[in-house]
């Protein structure tokens, strides 16, 4: 058995029909480039690692 673990490229698609915006409860639109779940209302980009959404305020990045 190979100890290597395969993390996915890109978050489930049913995972964010699920997922609304913490901070708002709105949308979110996913950002493919920059790996991050973005919520225009809120001005916020929630990161994603290892394929996790990390909804935390707190995790977010400030949108100008």
Known sequence: ???TFN?????????????VCPVT???LDYDRAANE???????????IRDGVPIML???ARALD
């Open 1 to 3: 058995m190979s100890d």
């Open 7 to 19: 993390t996915p490229s890109s978050v489930d698609p049913r995972l964010l029909e699920v997922l």
């Open 25 to 27: 409860r709105g949308r």
């Open 37 to 47: 779940l973005i919520s225009k209302s809120a001005k916020l980009a929630f990161p």
């Open 57 to 59: 305020p707190e995790e």
